[in-house]
Structures are given as structure tokens and as C-alpha cells.
């Protein structure tokens, strides 16, 4: 038996500690929906400029995260 395949206590917590710190990074990123929406506020000047004079950005917005969230239920 080599000391390779022993886990001190160290170790263990070592590990559980990074497990942590990833859990946390996962948890702190942006659903699609999120980031989709943050997008979409950023560009909205641009998308008003690309539509028709009857529609508005919100509107656009409002029909592409209703896509979104459709979408990621069928998931």
C-alpha cells in the first residue's frame, strides 16, 4: 500500500472547501434568462433604431424572454 491512495484530514477538507468555492461559482451564474434580459437592456437604443415605428424595444424584449422561458420548461 503506498502513501498515494491516503487521505489525511487535511485533505478532506481541502476538498470540501473547493467543492464549496464551486457550487458557489456555479450559483452565481446568469440563467440564459437573466443574461438574455441584461442584453437586451444594453442594446435596447439599437434594437429601437431596427424596428418599425409602431413597435417598441420592450415589446421585442418581452417576446424574446417569453421564448426563452417556453423553452428552457421543454427542457
Not at 503506498?2 to 458557489?24: E, G, P, R
Not at 461559482?25 to 435596447?44: D, F, I, R, W, Y
Amino acid at each position: 500500500m503506498t502513501l498515494d491512495n491516503v487521505y489525511t484530514y487535511q485533505d478532506a477538507i481541502h476538498f470540501s472547501s473547493y467543492q464549496a468555492k464551486s457550487q458557489n461559482q456555479v450559483s452565481k451564474q446568469a440563467s440564459p434568462e437573466t443574461s438574455l434580459n441584461a442584453l437586451l437592456k444594453k442594446m435596447g437604443p439599437e434594437i429601437q433604431h431596427a424596428l418599425p415605428k409602431h413597435m417598441d424595444a420592450d415589446r421585442i424584449a418581452r417576446i424574446a424572454l417569453t421564448a426563452v422561458r417556453t423553452q428552457l420548461q421543454n427542457y
